[in-house]
């Protein structure tokens, strides 16, 4: 099977999202499978190359790691694959739901709880909840594990945390895992500040850069090759690859891969504008503009001819600034970025009525992986000066990075 066809035609585009909108039973979540933009001609998913992983998951007893975006690609739209499967007849047992849980409509950072899919009645575990890894009796009756969920290659974006504690423990329980391999939209470069050792965690469980060029396919191979599991543990892992992709391969994603991540040129800034996050500024929640925007209603409205409000919506239930006019910038129309910018945080801190309620500083250090930058920033170091000193890590993780690469 082949990926979405690239329809030029808007007219053609609209189309396509009726069809999508038409493949959707659950119309409560119409919102979280809003289309994000053209697939492109010829890529093939993981999920779609069932050749290579239905034959291992024969007479198996199966769970599934699982959102939104994990979907079978076909001509006239897509299905969920958890549907897919169970109509070829593969043994799914249960679903493991992450952050934004298993249909994607959880607030960023809100607990998801352990329940039941009303249109599968397979039993969800949270891993967003009471426990972040799965536990050894969560495990109990599967024989194996697949994992086919959308990463848009950020560290603070919370999937591939989730992935390495699944493959430790499914190598603790000695249980294989399956990746099902997706493009990564930002794929084609490496560039942030590296994580510190002193500031893992949940938002970056190793040193690498904020925005690290891998698939997650890739970057699984990764967690087993350099030993990042517990006690010297490998996972049993097979990552399926994608087809016809390579890391500079222009690829829309065609479902939101979480509820603020609404199309392509917001999916592109996150990497920046996700620094935002821990600081007190509105980075677009709250808004149908989501990581392309930027305000504060104690930024100085004289330098800023750009305001609105934010207001509860699907995905943020209290935004930031809830209710307060923002003054700051509009970035929608912005071009492709291939690197990360700190120009908004440092042109944020300027303008700031008070500079000190900026940043949240315990998670800004969180998001940025170190506290130097927020140091830098407040020091009245420029952009292309606090860039310069992250040069050496990137180099050094590059070299790692090359090791483990699928795709050129």
Request: hydrophobic share 35%.
């Amino acid at each position: 099977m082949t990926v979405l066809s690239f329809f030029k035609s808007t007219v053609f585009l609209l189309v396509f999202m009726l069809i999508a909108c038409g493949q959707n039973k659950n119309k409560t979540e119409s919102q979280s499978q809003k289309i994000a933009g053209d697939t492109v001609k010829n890529v093939v998913v993981g999920a779609n190359r069932t050749e290579t992983y239905l034959p291992i998951l024969k007479n198996k007893n199966v769970g599934i790691v699982a959102n939104q975006t994990s979907v079978f690609v076909k001509k006239d739209g897509y299905t969920h694959l958890v549907d897919s499967l169970l109509s070829l007849d593969v043994a799914i047992k249960k679903v493991f739901a992450p952050e934004h849980g298993f249909r994607g409509r959880a607030d960023a950072g809100e607990a998801v709880k352990d329940g039941v899919d009303t249109q599968t009645a397979l039993p969800i575990t949270s891993l967003y909840g009471k426990n972040r890894k799965p536990s050894q009796e969560q495990l109990d009756g599967l024989d194996i594990v697949l994992f086919d969920i959308q990463d848009v290659g950020v560290r603070f974006y919370t999937y591939i945390a989730t992935l390495q504690l699944v493959m430790e423990a499914c190598a603790e329980k000695g249980i294989p895992i399956i990746v099902l391999d997706r493009p990564n939209p930002n794929g084609h470069y490496i560039d942030g500040p590296t994580m510190e050792a002193a500031h893992t965690g949940f938002l970056g469980m190793n040193e690498i850069p904020l925005v690290y060029g891998m698939t997650i396919g890739e970057y699984a191979q990764m967690v087993n090759g350099e030993g990042w599991l517990t006690s010297g543990l490998k996972a049993d892992l097979t990552v399926i690859p994608l087809e016809n992709w390579t890391h500079e391969t222009e690829y829309g994603l065609p479902i939101r891969p979480s509820p603020n991540l609404p199309n392509d040129v917001a999916i592109n800034l996150y990497p920046s504008l996700g620094l935002l996050e821990g600081t007190n500024i509105n980075a677009g929640r709250g808004t149908e503009f989501q990581f392309q925007r930027y305000g504060a209603s104690f930024l100085d409205s004289t330098v800023y001819g750009f305001s609105y409000v934010p207001k509860p919506n699907f995905g943020s239930k209290h935004p930031k600034e809830e209710g307060k006019t923002c003054y700051g910038r509009d970035l929608s129309q912005h071009p492709k970025m291939k690197e990360v910018s700190v120009r908004w945080i440092i042109d944020a801190y300027q303008n700031a009525l008070n500079g000190s309620t900026v940043f949240n500083t315990n998670g800004f250090t969180k998001h940025a992986g170190t506290s130097t930058l927020q140091q830098q920033i407040e020091a009245g170091l420029s952009e292309g000066q606090i860039k310069a000193t992250w040069q050496t890590d990137l180099n050094r993780f590059k070299k790692i990075r090359e090791k483990y690469l699928i795709y050129p």
